[in-house]
Every structure is written in C-alpha cells, then in structure tokens.
C-alpha cells in the first residue's frame, strides 16, 4: 500500500481521532486508530468504548490495504513534519512515513484483533449540523462534571414534533441552561454524557447531522465523520418547575457591558463565599458589589427597567453569571421573581436560549 496525503488534511483527521482514542489503556489495541485504505482515500477509527469515532480523509492509495498503528505516535509523527505532502507506504509489518527529508519507520498492529466498529448506514432523522453544535455548545456549560450526579452528567435532547422544534437541556442542580432550535421530523428524547457533547461540537460543521438511534446508542452521520455515542440511562429531572412564572422585575441592557462588570468587580469576590455579587437593581440603575478578605468593589449600569417591583436585591454566583452570559449577544433580559427566587437570562427579543440560575441569600 502507498498514499499520498496532504500533511493538512491529515493531521485535522488524527487530531479528531487523538481525543477519542485513550493514550493508556489496559487494552494496548484500544490505544491505537485503524486505517482503512481505499481508491478514494483513507479512513481513521478509534474507539475508547463510549465513542466510536471514524473520520474520511481524501488521499491517492495505491494498492489499498488496511493497518493499525500507535494513534498519539502516528498523530505526533505527522504534526512534526516538515513538508506539506506526506507519503505513507506499508511494507509488511512496518508503515514507513516520509515527508521533505523525513522518513519514519512504525511497527503496526494486528487488523484481525483490532475491535469491529460498525456505524449504521440508514438514518431516522436529520438536523441541521451547525444549528445543533450552536446550540449543545451554548448549554454545555451548565452540564456536572462530577461523577456521582448521574444523568446530570449529560444533557438532554428533547425533540417537539408539535412544534416543529428541539431543545437541548443541561443542568448542574444550581442552574438550568435551555435552548431551542427548528428541526423538521420526530426524533427521540435522549441523554448524551457531556464529555462525548465535546467531541460532538468538534466534529459538526455544516451541512446535515443524520441520527440513527440504536439501543442505548445514538449514531451521528455527517459527509466526512461517522459516531457512535453510547448514551446515559435514567430520567431527567423536571426542570421546567424551576423556570419562575411570576416576574416581578424585569432588566435590560447590552450583554457586553454586564459581563465586563461582572468580571471587574469579581476580582474581589469572596472564593470561599460562591464567588458572591451582589445586584442591586433601582430607579434604571443596576449596581453590582462583591467583597472578600482584600477589599470591596462596586459598579454600576445604566438599564431599562421594567416590572411592579420598583427595587430589588439579589446575589449570584459570579462564575455562574458570566457563563449564562456566554451564549447572549446583542441585549441581555435578566428576569426576577424575588430575592429568593431563581433568576432567567436571556437574549433580549429571543432567540431560544435561556439560563436558570438559583439566587444565593441576600
């Protein structure tokens, strides 16, 4: 086998392929990618058992013949390159990798032992790949990283035939970050972890998503990747109880301008107190206060004020704030029912996204 391959395109592939693939593993083989050569190119695989990756990577081959090799070896190996056209020839047992004046030698592995990835080749629905990456990337944030919090591990995708909509959902226990698209056709409600979200939003570009949905498996087709997700089994919790109905007092101003003072004034934010701002909101002024063992620090915005509450006081976690903020351009609305209450963000005039956030005590 010989191919010849833009060092690029190459190296975009592997770098795909070098976040799923484990660097250790008690299993050598599942430290490794599988290359399979065909007349139109070359496709990488890997797997670290929760996601199956395979990724299309257009070369000239020459007599096409399938090899395994070391993924985070091979990938380094390519990155280091000097030239911008890469050749790879396999002779036997050895892959030889030769670019400019470089020629590496690397043992490959057994394709017989290597272990079967399949990926579906129907679909039961299709999305938009760039409307979906937008919108898992703008709740990701509020997903647990921690181990023992179960499906608050992941986030939700909830499909509204109805509606003509989807929604993605995510949710530490303290927050609540929602977002709402268009998609046409019925798909399931499903939990994807979050680590496997990650690699999601790397691999959707633009064009369509297909979902194939498996038993306790989602499947995700786009022109150049192919995934399998395995995805996290139980109920999430009713979010929707938390969204407040009542608003007492509603904020408006330009989401820049609240994010900047929020950074500014939580750099005297007690760490040990949730990194605590306090808001103050009166007479369309928006004034923001964080003390902590070095000092206090105070700000103040000019908003658009609306609501039957003429004042009032509220504290948030700092941290939490300008990730809600992330996702909003232009406006931001921020929405109270009480001091006490959880507070909405959103993007003024729409849009779909929403943040939840509970309130600390005033």
């Keep these: 086998?010989?191919?010849?391959?833009?060092?690029?395109?190459?190296?975009?592939?592997?770098?795909?392929?070098?976040?799923?693939?484990?660097?250790?593993?008690?299993?050598?083989?599942?430290?490794?990618?599988?290359?399979?050569?065909?007349?139109?190119?070359?496709?990488?695989?890997?797997?670290?058992?929760?996601?199956?990756?395979?990724?299309?990577?257009?070369?000239?081959?020459?007599?096409?013949?399938?090899?395994?090799?070391?993924?985070?070896?091979?990938a380094q190996i390519v990155r280091n390159l000097g030239g911008e056209l890469v050749e790879l020839e396999l002779v036997g047992q050895e892959l030889a990798v030769r670019s400019g004046g470089s020629d590496f030698k690397l043992q490959t592995g057994d394709t017989e032992a290597y272990p079967p990835l399949s990926f579906p080749s129907n679909a039961d629905l299709s999305l938009n790949a760039e409307e979906l990456a937008r919108a898992l990337g703008s709740v990701r944030y509020a997903a647990s990283n921690e181990a023992f919090q179960a499906v608050f591990r992941g986030i939700k995708l909830e499909h509204h035939a109805d509606t003509g909509s989807a929604r993605v959902v995510a949710s530490d226990g303290y927050r609540v970050a929602i977002r709402d698209f268009p998609v046409s056709g019925d798909g399931r409600n499903l939990i994807i972890p979050a680590r496997s979200v990650d690699e999601l939003i790397r691999v959707l570009k633009d064009g369509e998503a297909r979902f194939t949905y498996g038993e306790g498996m989602l499947s995700v087709t786009t022109d150049r990747v192919r995934m399998n997700l395995k995805l996290l089994d139980g109920d999430f919790p009713d979010y929707e109880r938390v969204i407040p109905k009542d608003i007492k007092l509603q904020v408006t101003l330009p989401a820049t301008a609240l994010k900047e003072a929020v950074n500014r004034v939580a750099v005297l934010a007690d760490k040990n107190a949730n990194n605590r701002v306090e808001f103050l909101v009166s007479e369309g002024q928006l004034r923001l206060a964080a003390e902590g063992d070095y000092g206090r620090a105070q700000d103040t915005l000019t908003v658009t004020q609306g609501g039957v509450e003429p004042a009032m006081s509220l504290a948030f976690n700092a941290r939490h704030v300008l990730d809600a903020l992330g996702p909003i351009e232009g406006e931001a609305e921020l929405l109270f029912s009480g001091s006490t209450s959880p507070a909405i963000f959103r993007a003024s005039g729409g849009g779909g996204y929403m943040a939840v956030m509970v309130t600390l005590r005033v």
């Design 1 to 74: 086998m010989k191919a010849h391959v833009t060092k690029k395109t190459l190296s975009e592939g592997l770098g795909l392929l070098e976040r799923v693939v484990p660097s250790r593993s008690s299993n050598p083989l599942l430290t490794s990618l599988k290359v399979e050569a065909s007349e139109a190119g070359l496709t990488l695989s890997g797997t670290n058992l929760e996601i199956d990756l395979s990724c299309f990577v257009p070369a000239e081959v020459q007599e096409p013949k399938d090899f395994v090799v070391p993924a985070h070896l091979f």
